[in-house]
Nanobody, 116 residues
Framework: QVQLVESGGGLVQAGGSLRLSCAAS????????MGWYRQALGKQRELVAA???????NYADSVKGRFTISRDNAKNTVYLQMNSLKPEDTAVYYC??????????WGQGTQVTVSS
C-alpha cells in the first residue's frame, strides 16, 4: 500500500504562489507515474499535472505556463509549484500515485484557496 501525504496548501491572493508537496511511503522511482488532481466545489476531479517514470510531464491547458510538477527521488516527494494563481484555481488538491501494476493511490487532499 502506498501512503501519500500532501502539504503546502493554504490561502493566497490572486497572483501569488504556493508549492504543494506530496511525500510517498515508497520509493517513487518504482512508481509508474505521479500526479496532482484538483476538485473544486460542485465540480468533478480533474488532472492538473502528471510526471511519468521517465520524467516526462503533462499539464492541463488551464495551468500550462503557471504550474510546474517536479520530483525528488531521494526524498520520495513530488512537488507542484503554482505561480500566478487565480481564483479559479481554488480547489482541494489531491496527490495521486500509480504503481507499476496500475493500482492507483490517493492522498487525503489539501485545500488551496485563492482570493481575488
Amino acid at each position: 500500500q502506498v501512503q501519500l501525504v500532501e502539504s503546502g496548501g493554504g490561502l493566497v491572493q490572486a497572483g501569488g504562489s504556493l508549492r504543494l508537496s506530496c511525500a510517498a511511503s515508497v520509493s517513487i522511482f518504482n512508481l509508474d507515474r505521479m500526479g496532482w488532481y484538483r476538485q473544486a466545489l460542485g465540480k468533478q476531479r480533474e488532472l492538473v499535472a502528471a510526471i511519468i517514470s521517465g520524467g516526462s510531464t503533462n499539464y492541463a491547458d488551464s495551468v500550462k505556463g503557471r504550474f510546474t510538477i517536479s520530483r525528488d527521488n531521494a526524498k520520495n516527494t513530488v512537488y507542484l509549484q503554482m505561480n500566478s494563481l487565480k481564483p479559479e484555481d481554488t480547489a482541494v488538491y489531491y496527490c495521486n500515485a500509480v504503481s507499476r501494476i496500475q493500482v492507483s493511490h490517493w492522498g487525503q487532499g489539501t485545500q488551496v484557496t485563492v482570493s481575488s
